[in-house]
Protein backbone atom coordinates (compact mmCIF):
# COMPACT_ATOMS: atom_id res chain seq x y z
CA UNK A 1 0.00 0.00 0.00
CA UNK A 2 2.96 2.46 1.03
CA UNK A 3 4.24 1.87 -2.39
CA UNK A 4 1.83 2.38 -4.15
CA UNK A 5 1.18 5.46 -2.81
CA UNK A 6 4.55 6.58 -3.55
CA UNK A 7 4.20 6.23 -6.79
CA UNK A 8 1.25 7.36 -7.31
CA UNK A 9 2.30 10.42 -5.35
CA UNK A 10 5.90 10.48 -6.91
CA UNK A 11 5.99 9.34 -10.50
CA UNK A 12 2.20 8.36 -12.42
CA UNK A 13 -0.21 10.57 -11.57
CA UNK A 14 1.02 13.63 -9.99
CA UNK A 15 -1.86 14.95 -7.83
CA UNK A 16 -2.83 17.67 -6.00
CA UNK A 17 -5.93 18.17 -3.87
CA UNK A 18 -8.02 19.64 -1.25
CA UNK A 19 -9.12 17.30 2.30
CA UNK A 20 -12.84 17.39 2.36
CA UNK A 21 -13.00 18.22 6.11
CA UNK A 22 -16.69 16.50 6.48
CA UNK A 23 -14.71 13.06 5.44
CA UNK A 24 -13.61 11.35 8.28
CA UNK A 25 -13.22 13.43 11.46
CA UNK A 26 -15.83 12.79 14.21
CA UNK A 27 -15.17 15.90 16.22
CA UNK A 28 -14.45 19.39 15.47
CA UNK A 29 -10.70 19.49 16.44
CA UNK A 30 -10.05 17.05 14.57
CA UNK A 31 -10.65 18.63 11.08
CA UNK A 32 -7.55 20.55 9.16
CA UNK A 33 -7.48 24.57 10.42
CA UNK A 34 -8.35 26.67 7.93
CA UNK A 35 -6.52 30.05 7.17
CA UNK A 36 -7.87 33.02 8.28
CA UNK A 37 -9.45 35.55 5.63
CA UNK A 38 -6.35 38.24 6.69
CA UNK A 39 -4.03 36.09 6.43
CA UNK A 40 -5.36 34.49 3.13
CA UNK A 41 -5.45 38.16 1.47
CA UNK A 42 -1.99 39.17 2.50
CA UNK A 43 -0.33 35.88 0.75
CA UNK A 44 -2.53 36.55 -1.95
CA UNK A 45 -1.63 40.44 -2.34
CA UNK A 46 2.01 38.98 -2.71
CA UNK A 47 1.80 36.56 -5.24
CA UNK A 48 0.48 37.05 -9.11
CA UNK A 49 -1.75 35.58 -11.37
CA UNK A 50 -4.77 33.84 -10.40
CA UNK A 51 -3.59 34.33 -6.90
CA UNK A 52 -3.35 38.21 -7.36
CA UNK A 53 -6.46 40.38 -6.04
CA UNK A 54 -7.82 41.33 -8.81
CA UNK A 55 -8.24 38.05 -9.96
CA UNK A 56 -10.02 37.06 -6.70
CA UNK A 57 -12.14 39.82 -7.14
CA UNK A 58 -12.87 38.89 -10.85
CA UNK A 59 -14.05 35.74 -10.07
CA UNK A 60 -15.95 36.49 -6.89
CA UNK A 61 -18.01 39.09 -9.31
CA UNK A 62 -18.27 36.27 -11.46
CA UNK A 63 -19.78 33.93 -8.87
CA UNK A 64 -22.04 36.70 -7.43
CA UNK A 65 -23.64 36.91 -11.06
CA UNK A 66 -24.66 33.29 -10.63
CA UNK A 67 -25.69 33.32 -6.68
CA UNK A 68 -29.71 33.47 -7.14
CA UNK A 69 -29.38 30.60 -9.34
CA UNK A 70 -26.93 28.67 -8.10
CA UNK A 71 -28.66 26.22 -5.98
CA UNK A 72 -31.25 24.90 -8.75
CA UNK A 73 -28.39 24.01 -10.98
CA UNK A 74 -27.14 20.26 -11.36
CA UNK A 75 -23.90 19.42 -10.28
CA UNK A 76 -23.08 18.71 -14.03
CA UNK A 77 -24.49 22.28 -14.89
CA UNK A 78 -22.23 23.49 -11.86
CA UNK A 79 -19.09 21.71 -13.67
CA UNK A 80 -20.09 23.19 -16.83
CA UNK A 81 -20.03 26.81 -14.97
CA UNK A 82 -16.65 26.06 -13.71
CA UNK A 83 -15.49 25.20 -17.05
CA UNK A 84 -16.96 28.42 -18.58
CA UNK A 85 -15.39 30.97 -16.04
CA UNK A 86 -11.60 28.95 -16.41
CA UNK A 87 -11.26 28.67 -19.81
CA UNK A 88 -11.27 32.54 -20.66
CA UNK A 89 -8.47 32.72 -17.68
CA UNK A 90 -5.61 29.65 -19.46
CA UNK A 91 -6.76 31.03 -22.94
CA UNK A 92 -5.39 34.81 -21.58
CA UNK A 93 -1.83 33.18 -20.68
CA UNK A 94 -1.53 30.95 -23.76
CA UNK A 95 -2.41 27.49 -22.59
CA UNK A 96 -5.30 25.03 -22.91
CA UNK A 97 -7.47 24.92 -19.60
CA UNK A 98 -7.96 22.21 -17.36
CA UNK A 99 -10.56 19.66 -18.06
CA UNK A 100 -13.13 20.05 -14.85
CA UNK A 101 -14.99 16.92 -14.50
CA UNK A 102 -16.99 15.66 -11.63
CA UNK A 103 -15.04 12.44 -9.33
CA UNK A 104 -15.27 10.05 -7.54
CA UNK A 105 -15.73 10.64 -3.78
CA UNK A 106 -13.88 7.51 -2.86
CA UNK A 107 -10.35 9.27 -1.37
CA UNK A 108 -11.76 11.84 1.09
CA UNK A 109 -11.17 15.01 -1.31
CA UNK A 110 -13.23 17.85 -2.25
CA UNK A 111 -11.56 17.89 -5.44
CA UNK A 112 -8.11 16.78 -7.11
CA UNK A 113 -5.94 18.58 -9.57
CA UNK A 114 -4.25 15.37 -11.72
CA UNK A 115 -1.16 17.05 -13.82
CA UNK A 116 -1.11 14.23 -15.89
CA UNK A 117 -4.40 14.17 -17.73
CA UNK A 118 -4.21 18.06 -17.11
CA UNK A 119 -7.75 18.28 -15.74
CA UNK A 120 -9.19 18.61 -11.78
CA UNK A 121 -12.34 16.60 -10.31
CA UNK A 122 -14.52 17.52 -7.80
CA UNK A 123 -17.49 15.52 -6.00
CA UNK A 124 -21.16 16.10 -5.78
CA UNK A 125 -21.27 16.83 -2.25
CA UNK A 126 -18.16 19.15 -2.83
CA UNK A 127 -20.58 20.78 -5.80
CA UNK A 128 -23.49 20.41 -2.77
CA UNK A 129 -22.11 22.82 -0.68
CA UNK A 130 -22.84 26.31 -0.50
CA UNK A 131 -21.76 28.32 -3.28
CA UNK A 132 -18.64 29.79 -1.31
CA UNK A 133 -17.44 26.27 -0.44
CA UNK A 134 -17.68 24.98 -3.45
CA UNK A 135 -15.96 27.72 -5.59
CA UNK A 136 -13.30 27.72 -2.33
CA UNK A 137 -12.70 24.26 -4.03
CA UNK A 138 -12.60 24.83 -7.51
CA UNK A 139 -10.60 27.97 -7.63
CA UNK A 140 -7.72 25.91 -5.44
CA UNK A 141 -7.72 23.59 -8.26
CA UNK A 142 -7.63 26.21 -10.95
CA UNK A 143 -4.44 27.35 -9.10
CA UNK A 144 -2.90 24.05 -9.10
CA UNK A 145 -3.16 23.94 -12.64
CA UNK A 146 -1.57 27.64 -13.26
CA UNK A 147 0.82 26.70 -10.74
CA UNK A 148 2.10 23.58 -13.09
CA UNK A 149 2.10 25.82 -16.18
CA UNK A 150 4.16 28.23 -14.10
CA UNK A 151 6.88 25.77 -13.45
CA UNK A 152 6.47 24.24 -17.32
CA UNK A 153 7.95 28.24 -17.94
CA UNK A 154 10.76 27.90 -15.42
CA UNK A 155 11.99 24.59 -16.41
CA UNK A 156 11.93 25.85 -20.09
CA UNK A 157 13.37 29.28 -19.35
CA UNK A 158 16.15 27.57 -16.78
CA UNK A 159 16.75 24.81 -19.27
CA UNK A 160 16.29 22.25 -16.47
CA UNK A 161 15.22 18.65 -16.93
CA UNK A 162 11.46 18.32 -17.55
CA UNK A 163 9.85 15.97 -15.12
CA UNK A 164 9.60 12.01 -15.48
CA UNK A 165 6.31 10.30 -16.44
CA UNK A 166 5.44 13.40 -18.44
CA UNK A 167 3.83 14.87 -15.06
CA UNK A 168 3.16 18.02 -17.01
CA UNK A 169 1.80 17.14 -20.22
CA UNK A 170 3.62 17.64 -23.56
CA UNK A 171 1.78 19.77 -24.92
CA UNK A 172 1.42 22.28 -21.93
CA UNK A 173 5.95 21.83 -22.01
CA UNK A 174 5.77 22.68 -25.86
CA UNK A 175 3.70 26.08 -25.00
CA UNK A 176 5.94 27.05 -22.17
CA UNK A 177 8.64 27.06 -24.64
CA UNK A 178 7.21 30.38 -26.60
CA UNK A 179 5.84 31.92 -23.66
CA UNK A 180 6.73 35.09 -22.19
CA UNK A 181 9.70 35.31 -19.76
CA UNK A 182 8.54 34.97 -16.17
CA UNK A 183 8.51 38.04 -14.37
CA UNK A 184 11.08 37.61 -11.10
CA UNK A 185 8.04 37.50 -8.76
CA UNK A 186 6.81 34.76 -11.18
CA UNK A 187 10.05 33.33 -11.44
CA UNK A 188 10.07 32.92 -7.55
CA UNK A 189 6.28 31.15 -7.23
CA UNK A 190 7.60 28.68 -9.83
CA UNK A 191 11.05 28.01 -8.02
CA UNK A 192 9.46 27.33 -5.04
CA UNK A 193 6.75 25.13 -6.36
CA UNK A 194 9.67 23.39 -8.75
CA UNK A 195 11.97 22.37 -5.43
CA UNK A 196 8.65 20.92 -3.85
CA UNK A 197 6.92 18.98 -5.92
CA UNK A 198 10.48 18.31 -8.53
CA UNK A 199 13.22 19.49 -7.13
CA UNK A 200 15.19 18.98 -3.68
CA UNK A 201 12.37 18.63 -1.39
CA UNK A 202 10.82 15.98 -3.97
CA UNK A 203 11.29 13.56 -0.94
CA UNK A 204 10.28 15.39 1.71
CA UNK A 205 6.49 16.19 0.06
CA UNK A 206 6.43 12.38 -1.45
CA UNK A 207 6.65 11.24 2.37
CA UNK A 208 3.80 13.93 3.33
CA UNK A 209 1.79 12.58 0.74
CA UNK A 210 2.50 8.89 1.82
CA UNK A 211 1.40 10.04 5.42
CA UNK A 212 -1.45 11.68 4.41
CA UNK A 213 -2.80 7.61 3.23
CA UNK A 214 -1.69 6.83 6.21
CA UNK A 215 -2.75 9.32 8.99
CA UNK A 216 -5.71 10.34 6.65
CA UNK A 217 -9.80 11.25 7.94
CA UNK A 218 -11.07 7.59 6.93
CA UNK A 219 -8.67 6.07 9.45
CA UNK A 220 -9.05 8.71 12.23
CA UNK A 221 -12.83 7.98 11.77
CA UNK A 222 -11.58 4.14 11.91
CA UNK A 223 -10.07 4.80 15.46
CA UNK A 224 -13.30 7.29 16.63
CA UNK A 225 -15.56 4.42 15.63
CA UNK A 226 -13.47 1.56 17.65
CA UNK A 227 -13.30 3.63 20.99
CA UNK A 228 -16.94 4.15 20.36
CA UNK A 229 -17.59 0.91 20.27
CA UNK A 230 -14.73 0.18 23.23
CA UNK A 231 -17.08 2.68 25.50
CA UNK A 232 -20.32 1.31 24.26
CA UNK A 233 -19.11 -2.36 25.75
CA UNK A 234 -17.68 -0.91 29.29
CA UNK A 235 -21.21 0.54 29.65
CA UNK A 236 -22.90 -2.01 29.04
CA UNK A 237 -20.28 -4.61 31.13
CA UNK A 238 -20.65 -2.08 33.97
CA UNK A 239 -24.23 -1.84 34.01
CA UNK A 240 -24.57 -5.85 34.30
CA UNK A 241 -22.18 -5.76 37.36
CA UNK A 242 -24.44 -3.37 38.76
CA UNK A 243 -27.88 -4.59 37.78
CA UNK A 244 -26.50 -8.52 39.44
CA UNK A 245 -25.23 -6.70 42.54
CA UNK A 246 -28.70 -4.99 43.12
CA UNK A 247 -30.91 -8.37 42.23
CA UNK A 248 -28.27 -11.27 43.59
CA UNK A 249 -26.12 -9.11 46.71
CA UNK A 250 -29.15 -10.09 49.39
CA UNK A 251 -29.47 -13.13 48.25
CA UNK A 252 -26.10 -14.36 48.71
CA UNK A 253 -24.23 -14.55 52.61
CA UNK A 254 -22.02 -11.78 52.99
CA UNK A 255 -19.02 -14.00 53.09
CA UNK A 256 -19.84 -15.46 49.62
CA UNK A 257 -19.89 -12.30 47.71
CA UNK A 258 -18.99 -11.25 44.98
CA UNK A 259 -20.15 -15.09 43.89
CA UNK A 260 -18.47 -17.08 40.74
CA UNK A 261 -21.02 -15.23 38.43
CA UNK A 262 -20.18 -11.24 39.58
CA UNK A 263 -16.46 -11.76 39.82
CA UNK A 264 -17.11 -12.97 35.90
CA UNK A 265 -18.88 -9.93 35.42
CA UNK A 266 -15.99 -7.81 37.23
CA UNK A 267 -13.79 -9.76 35.46
CA UNK A 268 -15.65 -8.43 31.74
CA UNK A 269 -15.73 -4.98 33.50
CA UNK A 270 -12.24 -4.85 33.56
CA UNK A 271 -10.94 -6.08 30.41
CA UNK A 272 -13.69 -3.58 28.52
CA UNK A 273 -12.23 -0.91 30.47
CA UNK A 274 -8.70 -2.09 29.64
CA UNK A 275 -9.93 -2.37 25.87
CA UNK A 276 -11.68 1.52 26.14
CA UNK A 277 -8.00 2.68 27.35
CA UNK A 278 -6.28 1.09 24.73
CA UNK A 279 -8.98 2.50 22.06
CA UNK A 280 -8.72 5.94 23.72
CA UNK A 281 -4.98 6.36 23.50
CA UNK A 282 -4.72 4.83 20.06
CA UNK A 283 -6.97 7.59 18.87
CA UNK A 284 -5.24 10.21 20.59
CA UNK A 285 -2.00 8.65 18.83
CA UNK A 286 -4.15 8.72 15.53
CA UNK A 287 -5.85 12.45 15.96
CA UNK A 288 -2.57 13.55 16.94
CA UNK A 289 -0.47 12.62 13.64
CA UNK A 290 -3.39 13.15 11.48
CA UNK A 291 -2.84 17.16 12.78
CA UNK A 292 0.91 17.31 12.17
CA UNK A 293 -0.03 15.32 8.56
CA UNK A 294 -2.16 17.96 8.08
CA UNK A 295 -0.21 20.60 8.95
CA UNK A 296 2.94 19.68 6.98
CA UNK A 297 0.80 19.20 3.76
CA UNK A 298 -0.64 22.70 4.07
CA UNK A 299 2.53 23.70 4.68
CA UNK A 300 3.96 22.89 1.01
CA UNK A 301 4.31 25.99 -1.03
CA UNK A 302 1.68 24.72 -3.45
CA UNK A 303 -1.11 23.76 -0.99
CA UNK A 304 0.24 27.04 1.28
CA UNK A 305 -0.68 29.02 -2.09
CA UNK A 306 -3.54 27.37 -3.42
CA UNK A 307 -5.49 27.50 -0.06
CA UNK A 308 -4.64 30.54 0.72
CA UNK A 309 -6.48 32.02 -2.62
CA UNK A 310 -9.16 29.14 -2.34
CA UNK A 311 -10.03 30.97 1.69
CA UNK A 312 -10.00 34.24 0.05
CA UNK A 313 -12.33 33.44 -2.60
CA UNK A 314 -14.73 31.85 0.03
CA UNK A 315 -14.33 34.69 2.80
CA UNK A 316 -15.87 37.15 -0.09
CA UNK A 317 -18.36 34.72 -0.67
CA UNK A 318 -19.73 34.30 2.25
CA UNK A 319 -19.84 37.90 3.28
CA UNK A 320 -23.19 39.34 2.55
CA UNK A 321 -23.75 39.90 -1.00
CA UNK A 322 -26.18 42.71 -2.50
CA UNK A 323 -29.06 39.60 -2.93
CA UNK A 324 -28.91 39.23 0.88
CA UNK A 325 -29.16 42.49 1.50
CA UNK A 326 -32.09 43.40 -0.23
Same mark, same amino acid.
Given at each position: M????????????????? #????????? /???? %?? $?? *???? &???????KTGLA???????????????????????????????????????????????????M????????????? #????????? /???? %?? $?? *???? &??H??????????????IAQTGIAPPPYKQIPDDVMAVAQTAPKL????????????KSIFGTDAKKRNFVLTSLGIYSQAALMTKWQALTAAQKAHGVAD?????????????????KWPDETQKQNGEVRKKARQEWDGALSA???????????????RALPEEEDAHAVGDAIMAALSSPSELHKA
Open positions: QLKLINDFSTKKLKTGE #ENPDSGAAV /ASSA %PV $AA *SSTG &AASAATEHPDAIKEFVAQMREVESQWNTKSPEEKIAHFQELIDPKFDAIGVRAPTVKLDPTGGRSGEFNST #EWSFGMTEA /ALGK %PM $AE *SAKT &AYETRHAEQYFMMAKHSGAEAKEAGEYHETVKKYKADNQKLVDSGYNDMEQKFKETQAKY
